[in-house]
């Protein structure tokens, strides 16, 4: 069973719009959700990171916003430039987890 | 910024053999991460590791599988024998916070022939 779903799989925006990753996940024990980013060839690296008790965590043009209710919540990547077409990953671990999940990812294209 | 390095960045072995994945890992990093993405898509847990023992295992890190990190040097993947299934891009990562934090290598991608 899938812990952490994202969608879309793939998502190409222009220039300057705005970016919306989606995840959701199973465990309602799950308490800390971090978000990285992966160029091709390289590893991933954590971009940003928000924990249940939080329902927004912003930083620099990245946003997450957290439902914990609908087990769900988006990064949004606002005035997208193209040097932040990468692959994005959601994750998520818990208490009494010994295994940080990770999603599918999502292939991000910003077309100039 | 702190850096993991992964040697080497290619190997092509013929199914059978022994492969060994080495890891350099950040140095005051006290936890240490396997982890083998196919075709850039989802990243797989295989194996954490903390103060000389496994800490959990998933259902991919077979019994061929094995890891250690011998006198603080190389954390390393062992594979005994692999299989043709084993191909993929294998990815270290570690951390001074348990699952919060990695820092991933650049990866090692494994050819089974």
């Known amino acids: 069973q899938q812990q952490v779903r994202q969608s879309p799989q793939s998502l190409t925006v222009w220039e300057g719009e705005t970016a919306i990753l989606n995840c959701s996940y199973e465990?309602?024990?799950?308490?800390?959700f971090p978000w990285y980013q992966q160029f091709p060839g390289e590893g991933p690296a954590l971009l940003i990171a928000i924990r249940s008790v939080s329902d927004k965590k912003e930083d620099g043009g990245f946003t997450i916003f957290f439902n914990k209710r609908e087990k769900n919540l988006s990064l949004h990547i606002k005035d997208s430039q193209p040097g932040d077409s990468a692959t994005y990953f959601c994750a998520a671990s818990g208490p009494n987890y010994n295994v940080l999940y990770f999603g599918s990812g999502t292939k991000l294209t910003v077309e100039p | 910024g702190p850096k993991v390095l992964q040697i080497p960045s290619h190997q092509i072995i013929d199914m059978g053999q022994m492969v060994t994945l080495n890891c350099d890992p950040v140095?005051?990093?006290?936890?240490f991460y396997w982890y083998k993405q196919i075709l850039g898509q989802q990243m797989e847990f295989l194996v954490n590791f903390y103060n000389g023992k496994v800490m959990e295992k998933s259902k991919l890190f077979k019994d061929q599988f094995s890891v250690e990190r011998p006198d603080g040097s190389y954390f390393t993947l062992k594979i005994q024998p692999t299989a043709l299934e084993d191909s993929a891009v294998y990815f270290c990562a570690s951390s001074l916070v348990f699952n919060e934090r990695l820092f991933f290598g650049h990866g090692t991608k494994l050819s089974v022939l």
């Open positions: 465990n309602s024990a799950f308490d800390y």
């Open positions: 140095s005051n990093h006290l936890y």
